[in-house]
């Protein structure tokens, strides 16, 4: 196990790692415009990102095991129709969520 | 009305998922970091510096098995190079917003980009402040729920269990908005299948940056030329 000091040094460098991460388009881009190529493509990338994030979400699901994702279906399903209903971010998430909730307790 | 606690009002509601999610998935990172055998103030140390759930969760592992500093900088490094992708559709939306662009950058998390890709700042409010606020409401939920975690988790009764499923339903209904927005549904079609194909070949600890740079790689394919 790391000792602690070498944890705050190493958090600390860790942080500064992630950090360039996030920062390294910003610098890149900075004083100059981005390619006429990304300039095209930048409106479409968060819709891509946020149906990847969504799988992400579901990536530890096992699908050969009962009841493998069902419930989670179910409870995405609850999200889409309550906000195609009712437009209401709020309703939908916690809605969605309460009813997994009691789905994973009642459905092992 | 551009006061902080005004600011605050118009963007707590926005981050109300993340709240949820933050908290739900921050006490079991800070009782797992207790349970390593380290002190409890080590989580909000980490969830101030380097604020990334992925990044700190892994980074338990690598202290528990002391591995050397450049292993769990490369790790950090792989883990977290999905960040490049956000960056580059926020750099018109940070141009303006003043002294707040440092801290956004930093503080760039998938939830935080899904939510700033989706809101635009009230007219009364500058957009800087706006998104600011809610990137630092949604790092403040981060460190509470890992010092909670790391000070109380043993002692939490009831179950958390399903409750982080918060994120998953917010970044669902975040699909729905921009679906609704831009009425192009090829973007999200491209961003699914990249993702799933990717969870198929390169299994769970590896999908994201795949699914990521496939993605950004076929849009630049089938929309690269388009105006």
Known sequence: MTP??????????????????RAFPFLLFSRRDPPRIIRFVEKYIPPMVMAVLVVYCLKDIRWTESPSGFREILAIALVILLHALKKNALLSIFGGTAFYMILINIWK | MNSSSSVIKT????T????????????????MLVKAGYPWWLA?????????GAGQYIAIGLFAANAPLAGMLVTMLMVNIRHIVYGLSLIEKFRGVGKWKAYLVFSLTD????????????????????????????QSYWILGSVVGALA???????FAGIDFALTALFVVLLMDQLTRTRDMLPAAIGLLCAV???ALF???QMLIAALCGGLAILILVRGRQK
């Open chain 2, 111 to 138: 939830e935080t980009y899904a939510i700033l890709t989706g809101v635009k700042a009230p007219d009364n409010i500058k957009p800087g402040s706006f998104y600011g606020t809610i990137a630092l409401l949604d």
């Open chain 2, 203 to 205: 299994g769970p600890g």
């Open chain 1, 4 to 21: 602690i000091a070498g944890t705050i040094a190493a958090t600390v460098l860790m942080g500064l790692t992630i950090l360039a991460t």
């Open chain 2, 197 to 199: 194909a990717a969870l």
């Open chain 2, 11 to 14: 963007a707590f509601p926005v």
């Open chain 2, 153 to 159: 988790g043993e002692l939490i009764p009831f179950s």
């Open chain 2, 16 to 31: 109300i998922p993340v709240l949820f999610g933050y908290i739900a998935i921050g006490i079991p990172f800070g009782l």
């Open chain 2, 44 to 52: 909000p140390i980490m969830s101030v510096l380097m604020y990334a």
